[in-house]
């Protein structure tokens, strides 16, 4: 039986990456989707959008719903200041076998916990399993038709503190009409659109950044 992307990708980073090395990681996965094969990461484009946003925030915990091959996840935690956690949430055990070694590979594992699970399941028990209080950042990119009841999900677990920032992958492509709809009518939140495309192509897209009011 062949391989499949993610694990081509893996290989990609084993070969081209230096271990411990957060950032040759990102470039060999950047090189790899561009020359390679197409892939779902984030990308570096609106890659240098995420990481802004993560230093501007410096966040002391941080949440990421839908790991992949752990692309947006060696981004943000090559960023976080020291002490800090990030979490990502993944559901599919083959995704999460590769994005832990991707995680690994860039020496990242102190900083990150790869949890397996769907987001449904395991937002409900961050606070008593995870010691979690709130969460200064979440970054969305799992199911489009989940950013939405995920993010009412945090807010009925109190997983959000006045300040806490969304940023959501895709809100153009593929798109997420209802969560849009929902931060940018929402008294609640104070929302803003970073214009870019995605990733590895000229297609329009964006990352929306919105800032809860409590
Ligand atoms: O579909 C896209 N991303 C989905 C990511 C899914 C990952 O997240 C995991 N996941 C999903 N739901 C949950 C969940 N909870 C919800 C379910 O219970 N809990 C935990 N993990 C979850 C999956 O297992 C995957 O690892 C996308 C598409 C394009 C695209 C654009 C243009 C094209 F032409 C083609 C594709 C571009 C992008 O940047 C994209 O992010
Ligand atoms: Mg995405």
């Known amino acids: 039986t062949g391989s499949t992307r993610p694990q ?3 290989k990609a980073v084993q070969k081209n990456a230096s271990r411990g090395d957060p950032q040759s990681v990102i470039s060999a996965i950047d ?11 984030v990308g570096d484009e609106k890659g240098v959008i995420l990481d ?12 990421e719903l839908g790991t992949y091959c752990g692309y947006s996840t060696v981004r943000i935690g090559r960023l976080l200041p020291p002490g800090a956690k990030l979490i990502t949430l993944e559901f599919n055990p083959d995704y999460a076998k590769v994005a832990r070694q ?12 790869l949890v397996e ?11 008593e399993q995870y010691g979690i209080t709130t969460f200064d950042l979440v970054f969305l990119d799992h199911w489009k038709d989940r950013y939405l009841p995920d993010t009412k999900l945090l807010e009925e677990c109190g997983l959000l503190r006045k300040g806490s920032i969304l940023l959501a992958d895709n ?11 929902y931060v940018r009518s929402s008294p609640r939140y104070e929302s803003k659109y970073f214009k870019s495309h995605l990733e590895y192509t000229k297609v329009e897209d964006g990352l ?7």
């Open 31 to 41: 090189r790899f989707c561009h020359s390679s094969e197409w892939a779902m990461n």
């Open 117 to 127: 699970g769907p987001s449904g399941d395991l937002i409900p028990k961050m606070k």
């Open 52 to 63: 802004s946003v993560v230093c501007e925030v410096s966040p002391g915990c941080a949440l």
């Open 102 to 113: 991707v995680i690994d590979f860039a020496g990242l594992q102190e900083k990150v916990l």
């Open 208 to 214: 929306e950044k919105s800032i809860f009011l409590g």
């Open 171 to 181: 809100v153009i492509c593929p798109g997420t009409p209802d969560y849009l709809a």
């Open 8 to 10: 081509r990708l893996l």
